[in-house]
């Protein structure tokens, strides 16, 4: 799966947890289904962490506006 294809098909929701995540949160009071969906997918483990899936998932999703911003400001 492309890292891009990945990060489009997840809900608003989904991106939310992944984020919080990747900055140390919780998905404690996020909804189970949420957990349930992003564990299905790979993205979090058994403990609610995020995995290496879930890491290459999000760290492009994190560039992208990073690097045509970049792109925007040098033209």
């Known amino acids: 799966m492309s ?22 949160g919780s998905l404690r009071h996020d909804g189970p289904a949420i957990a349930n969906e992003l564990r299905s997918r790979g993205f979090v483990d058994e403990n609610d962490a995020l995995t290496m899936s879930g890491l290459f998932v999000l760290t492009p999703a994190i560039r992208r506006p990073q690097t045509e911003a970049q792109l925007h400001n040098a033209s």
């Open 3 to 24: 890292e891009a294809t990945g990060w489009d098909g997840l809900t608003r929701f989904q991106q939310r947890a992944l984020i919080k995540l990747f900055g140390g």
